[in-house]
């Protein structure tokens, strides 16, 4: 059904579950290294496994990042909190089990205020954030498509098994109506940047840092109670939430107009088709088992250690952003553009590696986005800010041309190293040496005789055919202002 | 009394992956009863005084430095696998989803 339609027939609610992994060294129960991309199953150890007789114990460094994100999102720390099994059999977790928190989690009651994109405040409520483990990873093989309808079998690869989790909950989100969607994206991207503030979670959705799953339900507008909600798995982009919401909001409405039910059930995002499908319906909590981790003690976070994390906060994303923009001189619409784009971070980091504000907006809304575009990923995941920060300072030192830097980034994002190793393994910067370019430009002038006379008669512009010439002699790599000197120079002389 | 139905075995038995014959569904239908009643008792002595106990042990905050340790050789980790291609376990698909 048509987007309108749909929001004229009814009200949409949403909820999240993020899941954000924390940055930790080891993982949350064992002292396996947490990693990414290492070859599977060599970051492991017996809990990982569930090798009989493996204990688990708590990592200190998780418990500190989980209350700090608690604090961050406004929430309660609770006096009291300890470890649930959640019992499920399914060999993405080798324990039959998975280690979370029930009904006492590290912290709850709190909201974040979510920008949106014509600067529109909204407060989402957060019921809860709980500490849990994440699962291993299971490839599907066989089928046509890779998915699991049809696959013959799985391979599992358990490192990512145990890596330390915060599973940020929200409350039912009324209100939002027809920016429902677009404040799906917001809220994805306020929790991204709350997390990379705090320096617990490298936050990187393509890499599965961040997860959403995305509840919507719809009920006719004025009723008081909810609709059945689908909860839609597999968003792994700021994009892919906005896109999932509308499309849940839609597929809904059409089947509630029609006099239809919706069923309580887990649906895949398709990234490529842009729907859901329906995946099983959803349990209820009390076919989990959930029940007191007997292997684990609760923790018990001392009101100082909470006093010592809420005092070492970051500033709040809305606050930091409103302190940006006056520092950086955007204009309404320039800073809105970065925003929008979710590179406030990324330009924030090139700004503190030594880049011109300006500078770093450019390169990222323009070279590396355009990359970014064309190749269906977060320009973040591309390049580190320290290294754009780099390219900017190679440009603006001289050493390297605006076009020498494009190339230099692509190689820079190709792996090929930092700036200054890309420039000294391709041999790419800047010929500023006035032997080589005179040598170049007598060159060129031996080819071109009547250049010199055409600038001595004022036609100063006829340099710009030596320039060319010299440019594509030296492969690109010629300092052309400094190039244009020498030939008027030579004119002179 | 519990409140142990042939259906609520059938949906835990489904949930555990076990298949049961309908005698045994029977069976067990008894069983649990039997099981969920004596456990139920201690709701007769457990007073509102009594605070619920989530660890037998009065322990807290049991923590470890967030500091890398042994791990385990990929082939000690493979060892118990009934199949696996060498790098990684092999387990039949399954109709269901990662959590």
Redesign the interface.
């Known amino acids: 059904m048509d987007f309108d339609r749909a929001l004229e027939l009814f009200e949409p609610v949403l909820g999240f579950e993020v899941h954000v992994e924390l940055s ?3 993982k949350m129960f064992l ?3 947490n990693v990414f991309g290492a ?8 809990v990982d ?1 569930g ?1 009989p007789g493996s204990l688990p ?7 500190r990042y989980s209350i700090s994100l608690g604090l961050a999102l406004g929430c309660s720390i609770a006096e ?1 909190s ?1 470890f649930a099994r ?8 080798a324990k039959n089990y ?1 280690i979370s928190q029930y009904d ?1 989690p590290i912290a709850f009651d709190g909201e974040v205020e979510v920008e949106l994109e014509d600067g529109r405040l909204f407060t989402v409520p957060i019921e809860r954030a709980h500490m849990e483990e994440d ?1 291993g990873k ?3 093989v ?2 046509a498509t890779g998915r ?2 049809g ?8 490192n990512r098994a145990g890596v330390p989790l915060v599973e940020i909950v929200t409350r039912p989100i009324v209100g939002a109506g027809r920016d429902a969607p677009e404040l799906a994206r917001a809220y994805v991207a306020t929790i991204r940047d709350i997390v990379r503030a705090l320096g617990v979670s490298e936050a990187r959705m393509e890499r599965g840092n961040l997860r959403c799953d995305a509840n919507v339900s719809l009920r006719p507008h004025g009723q008081r109670e909810l609709g059945t909600r689908t909860e839609t ?1 597999n968003v792994n982009s700021f994009r892919s939430v906005e896109r999932a919401v509308r499309y849940e909001i839609q597929r809904q409405a059409a089947i509630l107009a029609d006099g239809g039910t919706i069923v309580q059930e ?1 649906r ?1 995002w398709h990234e490529d088709t842009g729907t859901t499908s329906p ?2 319906p959803k349990s209820d909590a009390d ?1 989990y ?1 959930y029940f ?1 981790e ?1 292997d ?5 976070p001392s009101r100082a250690l909470v006093e010592e994390l809420r005092a070492a906060l970051p500033e709040a994303p809305a606050a930091m952003r409103r302190r940006l923009k006056a520092e950086w001189g955007f204009t309404d619409a320039e800073f809105r553009d970065v925003v929008n784009a979710g590179l406030l971070s990324e330009i924030a980091e090139t700004v503190r590696e030594g880049a011109a504000p300006f500078q770093a907006r450019k390169w990222w809304t323009g070279e590396i986005a355009r990359i970014a575009n064309a190749r269906e990923v977060e320009p973040g995941s591309l390049v580190a800010p320290q290294h754009v920060s780099e390219l900017i300072a190679l440009v603006e030192s001289g050493e390297l041309t605006d076009r020498l830097a494009r190339q230099v980034l692509e190689a820079v994002i190709d792996g090929e190293g930092a700036p200054h190793e890309v420039v000294e393994s391709r041999g790419l910067a800047v010929v500023s040496d006035d032997g080589a370019l005179l040598a170049a430009i007598d060159e060129a002038l031996a080819a071109q005789p009547d250049v010199l006379d055409k600038i001595r008669d004022g036609k100063v512009q006829a340099a710009g055919a030596i320039i060319g010439a010299v440019m594509k002699a030296m492969g690109g790599s010629a300092d052309a202002a400094r190039v244009r000197e020498l030939v008027l120079e030579r004119a002179r002389g | 009394m519990s409140e142990i139905t042939p259906e609520v075995v059938r949906h835990l038995a489904g949930l555990a992956r076990i298949a049961l014959t309908e005698e045994e569904v029977a069976r067990f239908t008894g069983e649990l009863s039997h099981i969920v009643d004596a456990v139920a008792k201690v709701n007769e002595v457990a007073t509102p005084d009594v605070p619920a106990t989530s660890h037998p042990i009065p322990l807290a905050n049991v923590f470890r430095p967030d500091v890398v340790g042994e791990t385990l050789d990929r082939a000690a980790v493979l060892a118990g696998a009934p199949e696996h291609d060498g790098s990684r376990f092999r387990v039949s698909a399954i109709l269901g989803e990662e959590q």
């Open positions: 930790t060294r080891t002292e396996a290294p070859e599977p199953n060599t970051a492991i150890a017996p496994v090798l114990v708590v990592n200190e460094q998780a418990v009291s300890r959640k019992n499920y059999f399914y060999p993405d977790l998975q006492e699962a299971l490839t599907h066989g089928g699991i309808h696959a013959e079998f799985s391979l599992v690869d358990y798995k887990t895949h995946g099983r076919d088992r007191p007997p684990l003690v609760p923790v018990v």
